[in-house]
Protein backbone atom coordinates (compact mmCIF):
# COMPACT_ATOMS: atom_id res chain seq x y z
CA UNK A 1 0.00 0.00 0.00
CA UNK A 2 1.37 3.52 -0.79
CA UNK A 3 2.29 5.69 2.03
CA UNK A 4 0.44 9.00 2.25
CA UNK A 5 3.45 11.86 2.42
CA UNK A 6 2.66 15.49 2.97
CA UNK A 7 4.39 17.99 1.13
CA UNK A 8 5.49 21.46 2.69
CA UNK A 9 6.79 23.95 -0.06
CA UNK A 10 6.03 21.66 -2.97
CA UNK A 11 6.24 24.16 -5.11
CA UNK A 12 10.37 25.14 -4.50
CA UNK A 13 13.26 23.80 -6.41
CA UNK A 14 13.47 20.42 -3.67
CA UNK A 15 9.91 19.90 -4.19
CA UNK A 16 9.60 19.69 -7.74
CA UNK A 17 12.49 18.01 -7.44
CA UNK A 18 11.03 15.08 -5.52
CA UNK A 19 7.37 15.19 -7.46
CA UNK A 20 9.08 14.43 -10.91
CA UNK A 21 10.87 11.47 -9.69
CA UNK A 22 8.75 9.74 -7.09
CA UNK A 23 5.26 11.06 -7.86
CA UNK A 24 3.55 7.29 -8.78
CA UNK A 25 5.21 5.61 -5.69
CA UNK A 26 3.33 7.46 -2.74
CA UNK A 27 -0.09 9.41 -2.31
CA UNK A 28 0.88 12.75 -2.03
CA UNK A 29 -0.63 15.82 0.11
CA UNK A 30 0.87 18.90 -1.46
CA UNK A 31 0.93 22.28 0.27
CA UNK A 32 2.94 25.64 -0.73
CA UNK A 33 1.92 29.13 -0.02
CA UNK A 34 1.77 29.90 -3.61
CA UNK A 35 -1.00 28.88 -6.28
CA UNK A 36 0.60 26.64 -8.79
CA UNK A 37 1.29 28.05 -12.19
CA UNK A 38 -0.23 26.29 -14.97
CA UNK A 39 3.21 24.24 -15.56
CA UNK A 40 2.36 22.47 -12.63
CA UNK A 41 0.39 19.17 -13.05
CA UNK A 42 -0.72 18.71 -9.49
CA UNK A 43 -3.54 19.81 -7.12
CA UNK A 44 -1.83 21.93 -4.15
CA UNK A 45 -3.34 22.94 -0.86
CA UNK A 46 -2.40 26.25 -0.84
CA UNK A 47 -2.24 27.86 2.66
CA UNK A 48 0.66 29.49 4.52
CA UNK A 49 2.93 27.57 7.26
CA UNK A 50 1.99 30.03 9.77
CA UNK A 51 -1.76 28.96 9.51
CA UNK A 52 -2.49 26.33 11.79
CA UNK A 53 -5.71 25.64 11.39
CA UNK A 54 -4.91 24.64 8.00
CA UNK A 55 -1.38 22.58 8.84
CA UNK A 56 -3.75 20.83 11.35
CA UNK A 57 -5.93 19.20 9.06
CA UNK A 58 -3.44 19.23 6.29
CA UNK A 59 -1.05 16.64 8.76
CA UNK A 60 -4.68 14.36 9.25
CA UNK A 61 -4.11 10.82 7.85
CA UNK A 62 -0.53 11.32 6.82
CA UNK A 63 2.12 8.67 7.66
CA UNK A 64 5.63 10.82 6.85
CA UNK A 65 5.65 14.67 6.34
CA UNK A 66 8.93 16.01 4.15
CA UNK A 67 8.84 19.83 5.55
CA UNK A 68 10.36 21.99 3.02
CA UNK A 69 8.67 25.10 3.59
CA UNK A 70 10.63 28.11 4.31
CA UNK A 71 12.16 31.00 3.52
CA UNK A 72 14.67 29.29 1.36
CA UNK A 73 16.94 32.46 0.96
CA UNK A 74 20.26 32.40 2.23
CA UNK A 75 20.40 36.15 3.07
CA UNK A 76 17.03 35.98 4.78
CA UNK A 77 16.37 38.85 7.57
CA UNK A 78 15.64 37.23 11.06
CA UNK A 79 12.10 38.77 11.08
CA UNK A 80 11.59 36.90 7.80
CA UNK A 81 13.01 33.09 9.36
CA UNK A 82 11.65 33.94 12.82
CA UNK A 83 7.92 33.33 11.26
CA UNK A 84 8.87 31.07 8.24
CA UNK A 85 11.17 28.72 9.19
CA UNK A 86 11.10 28.86 13.46
CA UNK A 87 7.73 29.31 13.96
CA UNK A 88 6.65 27.43 10.70
CA UNK A 89 8.27 24.13 12.35
CA UNK A 90 6.86 24.61 15.32
CA UNK A 91 3.74 24.82 13.84
CA UNK A 92 3.77 21.76 11.75
CA UNK A 93 6.53 19.44 14.35
CA UNK A 94 2.96 20.05 16.88
CA UNK A 95 0.56 19.24 14.83
CA UNK A 96 2.37 16.59 13.18
CA UNK A 97 2.85 14.83 16.50
CA UNK A 98 -1.00 15.29 17.50
CA UNK A 99 -2.17 13.48 14.19
CA UNK A 100 0.30 10.68 15.30
CA UNK A 101 2.28 10.80 12.53
CA UNK A 102 5.18 8.76 12.02
CA UNK A 103 8.06 10.69 9.85
CA UNK A 104 9.47 13.95 9.91
CA UNK A 105 12.04 14.35 7.36
CA UNK A 106 13.12 18.20 7.80
CA UNK A 107 14.87 20.37 4.93
CA UNK A 108 18.10 21.61 6.65
CA UNK A 109 20.76 23.14 4.92
CA UNK A 110 24.54 23.16 4.60
CA UNK A 111 24.41 26.49 5.91
CA UNK A 112 23.81 25.25 9.22
CA UNK A 113 27.58 24.12 9.11
CA UNK A 114 28.62 26.94 7.21
CA UNK A 115 30.95 28.72 9.20
CA UNK A 116 33.33 25.87 10.05
CA UNK A 117 34.82 26.79 6.65
CA UNK A 118 35.66 30.16 7.84
CA UNK A 119 38.76 29.37 10.12
CA UNK A 120 38.92 25.49 9.96
CA UNK A 121 42.13 23.74 9.11
CA UNK A 122 41.85 23.09 6.61
CA UNK A 123 40.82 25.56 4.59
CA UNK A 124 37.63 24.49 2.93
CA UNK A 125 36.67 23.01 0.32
CA UNK A 126 39.43 24.00 -1.63
CA UNK A 127 42.11 21.45 0.50
CA UNK A 128 39.89 18.53 -1.31
CA UNK A 129 40.40 16.41 1.75
CA UNK A 130 37.36 14.61 3.65
CA UNK A 131 36.55 17.05 6.72
CA UNK A 132 35.05 15.46 9.27
CA UNK A 133 30.98 17.05 9.15
CA UNK A 134 29.04 14.12 9.68
CA UNK A 135 25.96 15.47 12.03
CA UNK A 136 28.02 15.16 15.50
CA UNK A 137 29.20 18.25 15.42
CA UNK A 138 27.50 21.47 16.92
CA UNK A 139 25.96 23.65 14.64
CA UNK A 140 28.16 26.71 13.22
CA UNK A 141 25.70 28.30 10.71
CA UNK A 142 27.06 30.68 8.29
CA UNK A 143 24.33 33.06 8.34
CA UNK A 144 20.33 33.38 9.94
CA UNK A 145 18.79 31.27 7.42
CA UNK A 146 21.39 28.36 8.78
CA UNK A 147 20.41 29.59 12.55
CA UNK A 148 17.22 28.96 11.83
CA UNK A 149 17.54 25.51 10.33
CA UNK A 150 19.95 24.47 13.48
CA UNK A 151 17.25 25.84 15.22
CA UNK A 152 14.82 22.81 13.26
CA UNK A 153 16.85 19.97 13.92
CA UNK A 154 17.03 20.89 17.80
CA UNK A 155 13.52 21.25 17.87
CA UNK A 156 12.70 17.98 15.57
CA UNK A 157 15.64 16.49 18.38
CA UNK A 158 13.05 17.74 21.30
CA UNK A 159 9.73 15.88 19.37
CA UNK A 160 11.17 12.60 18.64
CA UNK A 161 12.98 12.58 22.91
CA UNK A 162 9.52 13.74 23.85
CA UNK A 163 6.81 11.81 21.46
CA UNK A 164 8.71 9.41 19.79
CA UNK A 165 8.15 10.62 16.33
CA UNK A 166 10.79 9.54 13.79
CA UNK A 167 12.99 12.79 12.84
CA UNK A 168 15.23 13.16 10.18
CA UNK A 169 17.35 16.47 9.29
CA UNK A 170 19.05 16.44 5.68
CA UNK A 171 21.31 19.18 5.68
CA UNK A 172 20.68 19.36 1.74
CA UNK A 173 23.71 20.90 -0.20
CA UNK A 174 24.06 22.54 -3.52
CA UNK A 175 20.71 21.59 -6.05
CA UNK A 176 21.59 23.28 -8.93
CA UNK A 177 19.91 21.00 -11.71
CA UNK A 178 21.18 18.78 -14.11
CA UNK A 179 24.49 19.76 -13.49
CA UNK A 180 26.70 21.58 -11.25
CA UNK A 181 27.07 24.91 -10.88
CA UNK A 182 29.92 26.21 -12.43
CA UNK A 183 33.01 28.23 -11.21
CA UNK A 184 31.63 27.39 -7.44
CA UNK A 185 34.04 24.84 -5.74
CA UNK A 186 31.95 25.15 -2.55
CA UNK A 187 28.61 24.29 -4.88
CA UNK A 188 30.47 21.90 -6.88
CA UNK A 189 31.50 19.73 -3.43
CA UNK A 190 28.15 19.38 -1.93
CA UNK A 191 26.50 19.07 -5.30
CA UNK A 192 23.14 17.11 -4.70
CA UNK A 193 22.15 16.18 -8.48
CA UNK A 194 18.64 15.64 -9.21
CA UNK A 195 18.13 11.71 -9.16
CA UNK A 196 20.36 11.41 -6.39
CA UNK A 197 18.01 14.38 -4.49
CA UNK A 198 14.96 12.23 -5.38
CA UNK A 199 16.70 9.00 -4.20
CA UNK A 200 17.44 10.19 -1.06
CA UNK A 201 14.40 12.01 -0.12
CA UNK A 202 12.87 7.67 -0.96
CA UNK A 203 15.09 6.23 1.19
CA UNK A 204 14.21 8.91 3.70
CA UNK A 205 10.66 7.76 3.54
CA UNK A 206 11.68 4.17 3.05
CA UNK A 207 13.72 3.58 6.44
CA UNK A 208 13.46 3.51 10.17
CA UNK A 209 15.33 5.66 12.56
CA UNK A 210 15.33 7.21 15.65
CA UNK A 211 16.46 10.88 15.63
CA UNK A 212 19.18 11.42 12.97
CA UNK A 213 21.47 14.64 11.03
CA UNK A 214 22.74 13.30 7.38
CA UNK A 215 24.22 15.11 4.66
CA UNK A 216 22.21 15.17 1.41
CA UNK A 217 24.91 15.56 -1.25
CA UNK A 218 26.07 13.50 -4.53
CA UNK A 219 29.22 11.40 -4.66
CA UNK A 220 31.64 14.26 -5.48
CA UNK A 221 35.27 14.24 -5.56
CA UNK A 222 36.26 17.06 -2.90
CA UNK A 223 33.61 16.20 -1.09
CA UNK A 224 33.96 17.63 2.91
CA UNK A 225 30.65 16.10 4.52
CA UNK A 226 30.51 12.48 5.55
CA UNK A 227 27.81 10.48 3.56
CA UNK A 228 28.48 7.71 6.61
CA UNK A 229 25.49 8.03 8.08
CA UNK A 230 22.95 8.51 5.39
CA UNK A 231 24.28 5.28 3.76
CA UNK A 232 24.30 3.29 7.07
CA UNK A 233 20.65 3.89 7.89
CA UNK A 234 19.04 4.65 4.80
CA UNK A 235 20.73 2.71 2.25
CA UNK A 236 21.50 5.99 0.31
CA UNK A 237 23.79 5.36 -2.84
CA UNK A 238 24.26 8.60 -4.33
CA UNK A 239 25.38 7.82 -8.64
CA UNK A 240 26.29 11.53 -9.50
CA UNK A 241 29.56 13.07 -9.21
CA UNK A 242 30.06 16.62 -10.05
CA UNK A 243 33.94 15.89 -10.86
CA UNK A 244 32.35 14.28 -13.76
CA UNK A 245 30.82 17.33 -15.42
CA UNK A 246 33.09 20.15 -14.27
CA UNK A 247 36.34 20.52 -16.22
CA UNK B 1 39.42 50.36 35.89
CA UNK B 2 36.49 48.72 37.22
CA UNK B 3 34.34 46.74 33.96
CA UNK B 4 30.59 48.38 33.01
CA UNK B 5 28.71 45.21 32.90
CA UNK B 6 24.82 44.85 31.91
CA UNK B 7 23.01 42.45 33.76
CA UNK B 8 19.43 41.18 32.28
CA UNK B 9 17.17 39.97 34.39
CA UNK B 10 18.84 41.13 37.49
CA UNK B 11 15.89 40.60 39.60
CA UNK B 12 15.95 36.90 39.38
CA UNK B 13 17.58 34.38 41.59
CA UNK B 14 20.98 34.42 39.49
CA UNK B 15 21.27 38.03 39.26
CA UNK B 16 20.80 38.65 42.98
CA UNK B 17 23.14 36.18 43.33
CA UNK B 18 25.83 37.96 41.32
CA UNK B 19 24.89 40.92 43.22
CA UNK B 20 25.00 40.16 46.01
CA UNK B 21 28.44 38.86 45.79
CA UNK B 22 30.08 40.84 43.14
CA UNK B 23 28.39 44.10 43.17
CA UNK B 24 31.91 46.27 44.33
CA UNK B 25 33.42 44.63 41.95
CA UNK B 26 32.33 45.74 38.86
CA UNK B 27 30.00 49.03 37.47
CA UNK B 28 26.87 47.05 36.95
CA UNK B 29 23.75 48.67 34.66
CA UNK B 30 20.97 46.18 35.70
CA UNK B 31 17.72 45.59 33.37
CA UNK B 32 15.05 43.88 34.56
CA UNK B 33 11.05 43.74 33.50
CA UNK B 34 9.79 44.02 37.09
CA UNK B 35 10.16 47.33 38.81
CA UNK B 36 13.06 46.29 42.36
CA UNK B 37 11.09 45.80 45.56
CA UNK B 38 12.28 48.08 48.53
CA UNK B 39 14.37 45.08 49.69
CA UNK B 40 16.24 45.63 46.40
CA UNK B 41 18.58 47.93 46.67
CA UNK B 42 20.10 48.98 43.45
CA UNK B 43 18.64 50.83 40.68
CA UNK B 44 17.29 49.13 37.81
CA UNK B 45 16.64 50.36 34.16
CA UNK B 46 12.61 48.59 33.52
CA UNK B 47 12.46 47.71 30.07
CA UNK B 48 11.59 44.52 28.48
CA UNK B 49 13.70 42.83 26.59
CA UNK B 50 11.40 42.75 23.51
CA UNK B 51 12.08 46.82 23.80
CA UNK B 52 14.40 46.91 20.97
CA UNK B 53 14.93 50.99 21.45
CA UNK B 54 15.60 50.61 25.28
CA UNK B 55 17.99 47.31 24.81
CA UNK B 56 20.04 49.77 21.89
CA UNK B 57 19.98 52.56 24.73
CA UNK B 58 21.48 49.59 27.92
CA UNK B 59 24.12 48.08 25.75
CA UNK B 60 25.87 51.44 24.82
CA UNK B 61 29.18 51.95 26.67
CA UNK B 62 29.28 48.20 28.30
CA UNK B 63 32.03 45.81 27.78
CA UNK B 64 30.62 42.63 28.90
CA UNK B 65 26.61 41.40 29.14
CA UNK B 66 25.34 38.91 31.52
CA UNK B 67 22.34 37.63 29.60
CA UNK B 68 19.92 35.89 32.79
CA UNK B 69 16.62 37.89 31.00
CA UNK B 70 14.00 35.52 29.52
CA UNK B 71 11.03 33.26 30.66
CA UNK B 72 13.13 31.07 33.38
CA UNK B 73 9.75 28.45 33.74
CA UNK B 74 11.20 24.78 32.40
CA UNK B 75 7.38 24.79 31.79
CA UNK B 76 7.23 27.90 29.93
CA UNK B 77 5.14 27.90 26.83
CA UNK B 78 6.36 28.28 23.01
CA UNK B 79 4.42 31.39 22.92
CA UNK B 80 6.21 32.54 25.58
CA UNK B 81 9.66 30.89 25.03
CA UNK B 82 9.18 32.46 21.57
CA UNK B 83 8.75 35.95 22.51
CA UNK B 84 11.16 36.26 25.76
CA UNK B 85 13.80 33.96 25.06
CA UNK B 86 14.14 33.42 21.64
CA UNK B 87 13.48 36.98 19.75
CA UNK B 88 14.92 38.89 23.51
CA UNK B 89 18.43 36.50 22.63
CA UNK B 90 18.41 37.99 19.42
CA UNK B 91 17.50 41.52 19.58
CA UNK B 92 19.92 42.08 22.61
CA UNK B 93 22.36 40.15 20.85
CA UNK B 94 22.54 42.43 17.54
CA UNK B 95 22.22 45.76 19.90
CA UNK B 96 25.58 43.93 21.88
CA UNK B 97 27.43 43.75 18.34
CA UNK B 98 26.51 47.14 16.82
CA UNK B 99 27.22 48.74 20.06
CA UNK B 100 30.83 46.84 19.79
CA UNK B 101 30.45 44.69 23.00
CA UNK B 102 33.18 42.57 23.74
CA UNK B 103 31.71 39.47 25.71
CA UNK B 104 28.42 37.93 25.99
CA UNK B 105 27.65 35.44 29.20
CA UNK B 106 24.12 33.61 28.32
CA UNK B 107 22.86 31.85 30.82
CA UNK B 108 22.04 28.38 29.13
CA UNK B 109 20.73 25.47 31.16
CA UNK B 110 21.13 22.18 31.94
CA UNK B 111 17.28 21.72 30.75
CA UNK B 112 19.55 22.18 27.08
CA UNK B 113 20.77 18.74 27.60
CA UNK B 114 17.49 17.52 29.99
CA UNK B 115 16.75 14.50 27.80
CA UNK B 116 20.23 12.81 27.86
CA UNK B 117 18.44 11.14 31.08
CA UNK B 118 16.09 9.58 29.71
CA UNK B 119 17.25 7.01 27.63
CA UNK B 120 20.84 6.98 28.33
CA UNK B 121 23.06 4.16 29.13
CA UNK B 122 24.14 4.73 32.37
CA UNK B 123 20.94 5.88 33.74
CA UNK B 124 21.34 9.56 35.34
CA UNK B 125 22.35 10.52 38.00
CA UNK B 126 21.63 7.90 39.86
CA UNK B 127 24.45 5.38 38.46
CA UNK B 128 26.62 7.74 40.10
CA UNK B 129 29.68 7.62 36.86
CA UNK B 130 31.11 10.50 35.46
CA UNK B 131 28.92 10.68 32.76
CA UNK B 132 30.33 12.49 29.53
CA UNK B 133 28.35 15.69 29.41
CA UNK B 134 31.01 18.28 28.40
CA UNK B 135 29.38 21.02 25.87
CA UNK B 136 30.40 19.35 22.78
CA UNK B 137 27.60 17.29 22.47
CA UNK B 138 24.68 18.30 20.40
CA UNK B 139 21.73 19.64 22.53
CA UNK B 140 19.10 17.16 23.59
CA UNK B 141 16.53 19.51 25.05
CA UNK B 142 14.20 18.07 28.18
CA UNK B 143 11.41 20.32 27.53
CA UNK B 144 10.95 23.85 24.95
CA UNK B 145 12.30 26.28 27.85
CA UNK B 146 15.55 24.01 27.07
CA UNK B 147 14.89 24.38 23.08
CA UNK B 148 14.81 28.04 23.84
CA UNK B 149 18.30 27.85 25.75
CA UNK B 150 20.09 25.24 23.24
CA UNK B 151 18.80 28.27 20.36
CA UNK B 152 20.23 30.89 22.16
CA UNK B 153 23.79 28.91 22.29
CA UNK B 154 23.49 28.71 18.14
CA UNK B 155 22.62 32.29 17.59
CA UNK B 156 25.67 32.92 20.01
CA UNK B 157 27.90 30.84 17.86
CA UNK B 158 26.90 32.68 14.76
CA UNK B 159 27.11 36.39 16.20
CA UNK B 160 30.61 35.07 17.29
CA UNK B 161 31.46 33.51 13.78
CA UNK B 162 29.94 36.29 12.37
CA UNK B 163 31.38 39.32 14.25
CA UNK B 164 33.82 38.41 16.45
CA UNK B 165 31.74 38.86 20.00
CA UNK B 166 33.74 36.77 22.52
CA UNK B 167 30.71 34.17 23.90
CA UNK B 168 30.52 32.05 26.58
CA UNK B 169 27.16 29.91 27.36
CA UNK B 170 26.59 28.62 30.85
CA UNK B 171 24.49 25.48 31.16
CA UNK B 172 23.35 26.70 34.63
CA UNK B 173 22.40 23.44 36.95
CA UNK B 174 20.63 24.19 40.24
CA UNK B 175 20.58 26.84 41.57
CA UNK B 176 18.67 26.16 45.04
CA UNK B 177 20.10 28.86 47.76
CA UNK B 178 22.33 28.36 50.05
CA UNK B 179 22.19 24.15 50.56
CA UNK B 180 20.62 22.09 47.86
CA UNK B 181 17.53 20.64 47.23
CA UNK B 182 16.39 17.72 49.43
CA UNK B 183 14.79 14.55 48.01
CA UNK B 184 16.04 15.43 44.52
CA UNK B 185 19.13 13.59 43.68
CA UNK B 186 19.37 15.14 40.31
CA UNK B 187 19.06 18.73 41.81
CA UNK B 188 21.72 17.45 43.96
CA UNK B 189 24.54 15.95 40.90
CA UNK B 190 23.69 19.44 39.69
CA UNK B 191 23.95 22.04 42.46
CA UNK B 192 25.60 25.56 42.09
CA UNK B 193 26.04 26.94 44.87
CA UNK B 194 25.86 30.59 45.71
CA UNK B 195 29.13 31.59 46.04
CA UNK B 196 30.19 29.09 43.27
CA UNK B 197 27.64 30.92 40.83
CA UNK B 198 29.25 34.07 42.08
CA UNK B 199 32.68 33.03 41.77
CA UNK B 200 32.06 31.33 38.15
CA UNK B 201 30.39 34.50 36.63
CA UNK B 202 33.18 36.33 37.80
CA UNK B 203 35.47 34.36 35.85
CA UNK B 204 33.66 34.81 32.94
CA UNK B 205 34.13 38.11 33.23
CA UNK B 206 37.75 37.78 33.69
CA UNK B 207 38.61 35.25 31.18
CA UNK B 208 38.91 35.94 27.45
CA UNK B 209 37.94 33.22 25.32
CA UNK B 210 36.50 33.13 21.18
CA UNK B 211 32.66 30.57 21.74
CA UNK B 212 32.35 28.12 24.36
CA UNK B 213 29.98 25.98 26.03
CA UNK B 214 30.42 25.14 29.75
CA UNK B 215 28.88 23.69 32.75
CA UNK B 216 28.01 25.58 35.64
CA UNK B 217 28.02 23.29 38.93
CA UNK B 218 29.41 22.88 41.79
CA UNK B 219 31.84 20.07 42.29
CA UNK B 220 29.57 17.21 43.50
CA UNK B 221 29.92 13.73 44.04
CA UNK B 222 27.82 12.68 41.46
CA UNK B 223 28.07 15.37 38.81
CA UNK B 224 27.84 13.98 35.41
CA UNK B 225 28.70 17.07 34.03
CA UNK B 226 32.37 18.06 33.03
CA UNK B 227 34.02 20.82 35.08
CA UNK B 228 37.44 20.44 32.43
CA UNK B 229 36.39 22.58 30.32
CA UNK B 230 35.02 25.84 32.74
CA UNK B 231 38.31 24.77 34.70
CA UNK B 232 40.62 25.35 31.65
CA UNK B 233 39.59 28.16 30.06
CA UNK B 234 38.17 30.24 33.35
CA UNK B 235 40.34 29.04 36.34
CA UNK B 236 37.02 28.41 37.48
CA UNK B 237 36.98 26.32 40.79
CA UNK B 238 34.15 25.58 42.91
CA UNK B 239 34.53 24.74 46.55
CA UNK B 240 30.94 23.57 47.57
CA UNK B 241 29.78 20.00 46.99
CA UNK B 242 26.13 19.27 47.47
CA UNK B 243 26.94 15.70 49.46
CA UNK B 244 28.41 17.55 52.28
CA UNK B 245 25.23 19.28 52.90
CA UNK B 246 22.86 16.08 52.11
CA UNK B 247 23.32 12.83 54.50
Redesign the interface.
Known amino acids: MKQTVLLTGALGKVGRTILSNLYENYIWRLLDNRSPGEDFPHEVIVADILDSSAIVEAVKGVSSIIHLAGDPNTSAS?QSV?KNN??GT?ILL?AAVNANVEKFIFASSNHAVG?YE??STPTLPESNVHFPLDG?E???????Y??SK??GE??G??YH??YGISVLCVRIGNLNGETPPVDYARGQSMWLSNRDCAHLFDRCLQSNYDYE?IYGVSNNDGNYYSLGRAKDILDYNPVDNSAEHVS
Open positions: WLIEQEHTNTLPRPGNIGVAFILRYDEI
